[in-house]
């Protein structure tokens, strides 16, 4: 039934959205929808739902119907559609009558693609209603924030029970139901209640790893949050805090420090609310401290940071607040003061709830209280809280960024795995440290100083020795016995790694802290600056907001590489053909200008079209091969490699032969010239390139198999 090709959904995603690739599973479910499936997507805040509903709805011949429970939030779509050229509207009761007449006759006339629909809108039992909507020959329900049909859910509402009828109402007509909503109770019920019919389910990671973590004791935070909000004054944020008072408090103090802030709670009235939140999605104001209200109707891209001046009160909130940064891909930080005073007062607060509330409210501010203290990897931490399994080590967290890299140790483990055998398996990790990092202490026996591995691991200092001795018993690659005097000893495991057999990766302490510091981008800041400001001017002309026109990305791709023409300018994402034809003289004027005074020229070539063809990869060498190369390079023979690392000298001349080809190893480290010399004529006059026992034969008993090897290679590289 699906007649598009992936390449014409990927054409059909540039035309419309400007965006190069497909994120997650967006594609699929795209294809789902198409193939006039019902369809359960569920991915996390941020990672891009509505193009699931909005590519389809392009494509599908009649209107799309969108069941949505935010009015701020469809307000907004509604603009971000209208803004990409693309007809959409929305019926709710934020309307005038006449609004809502003129938006009906236009989606009856067949002018509208996409029609919002809030769900009070739909009344339980009405058949005027449904046949209202059939009038309008819809092609695809979507139903946003799937989780509110089901009380399970953290956002129950009641109205979107009338959705149940829905697949009575229209059985051939195929639902995409969508959610961030984690929890499997919550999926089925969706399922359920909205009677979806063998429904194609895709859940994404929830994971959102252009979020930076960090947790940071809370001493004088304020002062912190200034330094940070001063330092990233051009980038939007949210800050939360428990109280009213407080958000007005910090907003106060922000603002006397020259900071335009404003703060949002739930005790103001409704008008200033929605003012409020308004001048930020428009940027007027930059930063706002708000209450945990703020948020849930908040579809802003460009949130650069979240910071929680207090502790959250549960992990589920704290991820969904810091969830409202990044939605646009870039990195963007969540960080948290912590302090166990805060978790004393929330205890406090949730003894007043009833019972049973209280009892799971405390475990789950246990468990908030267990995150912040944890030391280890956030993110790790937070995956696993949500059921995912995630690695120890994610590189974008306070913990790894300070104290973590994760590196190929495969070598560094096996000089010391050779260590502990060439020393017998009979001392501890003391011993055999010193041993390695060649000790001159008369401790180390006299005979062991003879040995080739003596001395082997000068380059690592003796607590990176410890670490890894740690982590090798704790990964089981080495075992230790429990004797008066603890030895280490290999086990099956160890002894893979010693052979080369399997490669090992671990977490290694970083010497240098390098916490909240900043990764450069390389654009033109100056001319970003320059196109930001063209675009807020843009924005304030047709009353939209900034990123509206186009998301902060798409000025960095242009700050960086300097489109002249419309041609190029295809090539920048978020730069859909309706886009460009609006606003594309606007920005290429811009960069003409700035490229003209500083001497600059187009550098589009440098963006490769994400879809070309890979080259194939070069065959990288395996780690047993570099760890050959390394012992080799130590000034260690081929004989005693063999013997260190329990594999033949045929194997090992196979390793080395491998670098020869590469030309990453010297063969005169190998051969001499001379004797090369005498190899390579004879290779050529036999004609013969496989075999080197006809080789030996005649080049005689002064040549190893070693250095014909080695000529062979060679030879066969450069002819
Ligand atoms: P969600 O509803 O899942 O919270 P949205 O649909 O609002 O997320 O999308 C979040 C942001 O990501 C929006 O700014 C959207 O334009 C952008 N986006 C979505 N899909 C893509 C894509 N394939 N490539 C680039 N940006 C995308
Ligand atoms: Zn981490």
């Given at each position: ?43 996390p805040t941020g990672a891009g ?24 939030l469809?307000?907004d ?103 961030a ?25 929830f994971n959102r790893p252009n979020i930076y973590y960090f947790i940071q004791p809370k001493r004088e935070a304020f002062g912190h949050i200034l330094e940070y909000v001063k330092k990233h004054k051009d980038d939007c944020g949210i800050i939360y805090a428990l109280s009213?008072?407080s958000t007005e408090d910090i907003a106060g103090r922000l603002h006397q420090a020259g900071v335009k802030a404003a703060y949002y709670h ?10 409020v939140q308004e001048a930020f999605q428009r940027d007027d104001y930059k930063v706002i401290v708000a209450t945990i209200a703020f948020g849930m109707g908040i579809d802003k891209s460009n949130v650069r940071y979240v910071i929680h001046h207090d502790v959250s009160k549960n992990i589920e909130g704290y991820y969904q607040e810091t969830g409202r940064a990044g939605r646009d891909g870039l990195r963007s930080d969540a960080i948290l003061y912590y302090s166990?005073?805060d ?25 908030m209280?267990?995150f912040c203290?944890h030391?280890?990897c956030r993110r790790?931490y937070l995956m ?10 994610c590189g974008s967290c306070d913990y790894c960024m300070s ?110 802290e390098q916490v909240l510091e900043e990764e450069e981008q390389e654009y033109?800041k100056?001319?970003f600056n320059?196109?930001r400001?063209?675009r807020s ?8 907001p900034a990123y509206n026109?186009v998301p902060d990305n798409a000025l960095i791709?242009?700050a ?160």
């Amino acid at each position: 039934m699906n007649t598009y090709s992936r390449e014409k959904l990927h054409k059909a995603l540039k035309h419309f959205f400007g965006y190069d690739e497909f994120r997650l599973t967006q594609l699929p479910i795209i294809e789902s929808v198409l193939n006039a499936e019902d369809t359960l997507a569920i991915m996390p805040t941020g990672a891009g739902k509505s193009i699931c509903y909005q590519l389809p709805a392009m494509l599908l011949p009649g209107i799309t119907i969108v069941v949505s429970p935010l009015i701020a939030l469809m307000k907004d779509q509604v603009d971000a559609l209208v803004a990409n050229g693309i007809y959409a509207a929305f019926l709710n009761s934020s309307q005038s009558q006449e609004e809502q007449s003129r938006v009906i006759k236009d989606a009856q006339a067949g002018n509208i693609k996409l029609l919002y629909i809030a769900p009070e809108r739909i009344p339980a039992n009405s058949e005027s209603f449904f046949t209202f909507i059939r009038s309008l020959n819809p092609s695809l329900f979507a139903i946003d924030e799937a989780h509110c049909i089901s009380s399970w859910g953290h956002d129950f509402r009641p109205e979107y029970l009338k959705l149940a009828v829905l697949k009575k109402q229209f059985p051939g007509i195929p639902v995409i139901a969508l959610t961030a909503s984690a929890d499997k109770v919550t999926q089925n019920d969706i399922v359920q209640r909205l009677a979806l019919h063998k429904p194609q389910i895709f859940i994404s990671s929830f994971n959102r790893p252009n979020i930076y973590y960090f947790i940071q004791p809370k001493r004088e935070a304020f002062g912190h949050i200034l330094e940070y909000v001063k330092k990233h004054k051009d980038d939007c944020g949210i800050i939360y805090a428990l109280s009213r008072a407080s958000t007005e408090d910090i907003a106060g103090r922000l603002h006397q420090a020259g900071v335009k802030a404003a703060y949002y709670h739930a005790g103001m009235d409704g008008g200033e609310r929605s003012r409020v939140q308004e001048a930020f999605q428009r940027d007027d104001y930059k930063v706002i401290v708000a209450t945990i209200a703020f948020g849930m109707g908040i579809d802003k891209s460009n949130v650069r940071y979240v910071i929680h001046h207090d502790v959250s009160k549960n992990i589920e909130g704290y991820y969904q607040e810091t969830g409202r940064a990044g939605r646009d891909g870039l990195r963007s930080d969540a960080i948290l003061y912590y302090s166990v005073g805060d978790i004393i007062k929330l205890k406090r607060f949730i003894q007043n709830d009833d019972p049973k509330q209280a009892a799971i409210s405390q475990k789950k501010l246990q468990l908030m209280q267990e995150f912040c203290e944890h030391e280890g990897c956030r993110r790790q931490y937070l995956m696993q809280y949500f059921g995912e399994e995630f690695p120890a080590y994610c590189g974008s967290c306070d913990y790894c960024m300070s104290s973590l890299e994760e590196k190929d140790a495969t070598v560094d483990a096996q000089k010391l795995l050779s260590a502990i055998v060439r020393t017998g398996e009979r001392y501890g990790a003391g011993y055999i440290i010193d041993f390695l990092r060649g000790s001159a202490s008369e401790k180390i026996q006299a005979a062991h100083k003879e040995l080739k591995t003596y001395g082997i691991g000068k380059h690592l200092k003796k607590e990176e020795w410890q670490w890894m001795v740690q982590q090798l018993l704790y990964h089981k690659f080495i075992d230790k016995t429990d004797d008066q005097f603890v030895t280490l000893k290999l086990n099956e495991k160890g002894w893979k790694i010693l052979k080369g057999e399997s490669e090992l990766k671990l977490v290694m302490k970083k010497e240098k802290e390098q916490v909240l510091e900043e990764e450069e981008q390389e654009y033109d800041k100056q001319l970003f600056n320059d196109l930001r400001s063209v675009r807020s001017d843009m924005a304030e002309r047709e009353h939209v907001p900034a990123y509206n026109i186009v998301p902060d990305n798409a000025l960095i791709e242009l700050a960086k590489y300097l489109p002249e023409n419309f041609d190029e300018l295809k090539h920048i994402s978020g730069f859909g053909d309706y886009k460009i034809s609006r606003y594309g003289a606007n920005f290429l004027r811009v960069i003409k200008q700035y490229a003209e005074e500083h001497n600059l020229t187009s550098k589009i070539h440098f963006k490769k079209p994400k879809k070309e063809k890979k080259a194939p990869a070069k065959p990288t060498a395996s780690a047993t091969q570099k760890a050959t190369l390394e012992m080799f390079r130590e000034g260690i023979g081929v004989p005693e490699i063999a013997v260190l690392r329990g594999l033949s000298t045929a194997t090992i001349d196979n390793h080395l032969a491998y670098f020869v080809a590469s030309s990453e190893l010297d063969i005169y480290k190998l051969v001499s010239k001379h004797k090369l010399e005498t190899i390579l004529s004879t290779i050529k006059s036999t004609g013969q390139t496989f075999a080197l026992k006809p080789l030996k034969d005649l080049l005689g008993d002064k040549y190893s198999y070693t250095e014909i090897k080695m000529g062979l290679e060679y030879y066969k590289r450069i002819s």
